[in-house]
Structure formats: C-alpha cells, structure tokens
C-alpha cells in the first residue's frame, strides 16, 4: 500500500506521540495543499505548528498571536488581514495564512535561508546580520522547529518508524 505524504506526516506526528496528533492527523491534507502552494516543506509546516500551538486551534499568546500558527492579526495585513477569532474558529484558514507568511519570512527576507525565515517568523525583521547574534529567542524559535522537524522526517525514513526516543537520547549525549 502506497500511502500520501499527509498520511506519511499522520504517521510521524502519532508514533512520536505529538500532542494532539488526531487533531494534527485531520488536517494534514490542508498542510500539504497550503505547503505545496507556498512552497514550503509540509513537514516544515507540521513542526512549526507544533512548537507555535501544540496542535491547538484556540491557543493566543500573549503578545497577541492566534490559532494553529499563531498569527498576529496586526502584522498579518500585508498578507490580508485576519481576526484573531477568525483563525481560532478557522484551522484551515490558520494553517493558510502560516505557510504563506512562511513562505514570505523564507524566500523574500531569508532569501532561502529555512534557519533565518524561521527566524522571522519569530520575531519579525531582527534576525539578519548582527541582529541575528542579539536575537536569541528567534535563533531558539528556528533551532526547536528545525528540531522537531529532523525528528518527524527520521519517523518517515523507512525502517526508522518508532525510533524517535533512541534519536532523542542520541541527541542528548552526544558531545
């Protein structure tokens, strides 16, 4: 049996036992359809909505930021604005807008570059250049989606399904 991308990222997201991997399973067609049209890698998209939200539609932190992909509706206008109810009560909606702000945060300020699109995503257009040294939380920010991301794409490698623990504790005494 040949199985979808989005079922293969199901597949990674409930072996690793990600917080609300049924919820994140439901939605993994429209993370791969917005991910293709942005051209952003739907495993990118999946661990980014995991560290932003946890998988959690009605999650709102305090700086603002709403949804699966925590979108603040006041910097989302350039990409045409958003309520932050609206993307709370609307998952596809939420995940569209994250991969096409994403998408802008890699390929027009990042140039390419994933680590500084992840950057500013985070924490806006302070990531490039000496800013980028002074910018620690948003180094952080792209360093646990890179993070979880290397972890949903050893899950989908064939023969590796079930071993995220042991790359874990690899990870963790490795000098």
């Given at each position: 049996?040949?199985?979808?991308?989005?079922?293969?990222?199901?597949?990674?997201?409930?072996?690793?036992?990600?917080?609300?991997?049924?919820?994140?399973?439901?939605?993994?067609?429209?993370?791969?359809?917005?991910?293709?049209?942005?051209?952003?890698?739907?495993t990118m998209l999946t661990a980014l909505i995991y560290v932003e939200s946890r998988?959690?539609?009605?999650?709102?932190?305090?700086?603002?930021?709403?949804?699966?992909?925590?979108?603040?509706?006041?910097?989302?206008?350039?990409?045409?604005?958003?309520?932050?109810?609206?993307?709370?009560k609307n998952p596809e909606m939420a995940i569209r807008k994250g991969a096409q702000?994403?998408?802008?945060?890699?390929?027009?300020?990042?140039?390419?570059?994933?680590?500084?699109?992840?950057?500013?995503?985070?924490?806006?257009?302070?990531?490039?250049?000496?800013?980028?040294?002074?910018?620690?939380?948003?180094?952080?920010?792209?360093?646990?989606?890179?993070?979880?991301?290397?972890?949903?794409?050893?899950?989908?490698?064939?023969?590796?399904?079930?071993?995220?623990?042991?790359?874990?504790?690899?990870?963790?005494?490795?000098?």
């Open positions: 049996m040949i199985m979808t991308y989005a079922e293969l990222i199901c597949a990674a997201v409930l072996s690793i036992g990600m917080p609300n991997a049924e919820y994140a399973c439901k939605h993994m067609d429209t993370v791969v359809q917005y991910s293709e049209k942005y051209n952003i890698d739907p998988w959690n539609p009605k999650a709102e932190s305090k700086q603002g930021a709403c949804g699966l992909t925590q979108v603040i509706p006041k910097w989302s206008k350039k990409f045409g604005y958003v309520s932050c109810r609206q993307l709370k702000i994403l998408h802008h945060w890699i390929y027009k300020y990042g140039r390419g570059d994933i680590s500084l699109g992840l950057c500013g995503y985070n924490s806006g257009y302070r990531c490039r250049g000496k800013n980028r040294k002074n910018n620690k939380r948003g180094v952080r920010y792209a360093k646990l989606v890179l993070k979880m991301y290397r972890e949903l794409e050893l899950e989908m490698t064939p023969g590796c399904m079930n071993r995220s623990r042991w790359y874990t504790i690899w990870l963790h005494h490795t000098p």
